[in-house]
């Protein structure tokens, strides 16, 4: 995934100041080249949608932090009829849980509930579904 090695490089001093009274500031340059070393899509002078840094930086240091270390598969399970909304949310919750696990999980993701109904007369197919939301 490329993001293994993100979260031991923000600590390094390839873009702190070596100066002991200034140990806190970051240069934006060298934050970008350590991002583009990680990301190819960052490299260059091209313009960036600051969710896409966001969700990037967020992802990246969600794997890193990851508490589940080995995932298991897991379906993603449909809700059913006669389910309860937060009956179903719940169940694919705790599933989406089997596999990913951290902080930034707790702190940034959330849920929405997906409904596809086929457009074919007489189809009457429906699917229900919760999924991950940043």
């Known amino acids: 995934n490329g993001y293994s090695s993100y979260g031991s490089s923000y600590g390094s001093s390839s873009y702190h100041s070596s100066s002991?009274?200034?140990?806190?500031?970051?240069?934006?340059?060298?934050?970008?080249?350590?991002?583009g070393r990680h990301a190819e899509r960052f490299v260059g002078y091209d313009q960036h949608d600051s969710q896409e840094l966001a969700t990037y930086l967020l992802d990246a240091l969600h794997e890193?932090?990851?508490?589940?270390?080995?995932?298991?598969?897991?379906?993603?399970?449909?809700?059913?009829?006669?389910?309860?909304?937060?009956?179903?949310?719940?169940k694919a919750w705790s599933m989406h849980l089997r596999r990913e696990d951290s902080r930034v999980l707790e702190s940034f993701m959330g849920q929405v509930k997906s409904r596809?109904?086929?457009?074919?007369?007489?189809?009457?197919?429906?699917?229900?579904?919760?999924?991950?939301?940043r």
Do not use: I, M, W
């Open 20 to 35: 002991p009274a200034s140990s806190s500031v970051v240069y934006p340059r060298e934050f970008k080249h350590t991002l």
């Open 64 to 90: 890193d932090t990851n508490r589940v270390t080995k995932k298991p598969y897991v379906e993603k399970p449909e809700q059913a009829d006669d389910e309860p909304d937060d009956e179903a949310a719940a």
């Open 116 to 133: 596809v109904q086929c457009p074919n007369g007489g189809c009457g197919r429906v699917s229900t579904t919760s999924r991950k939301k």
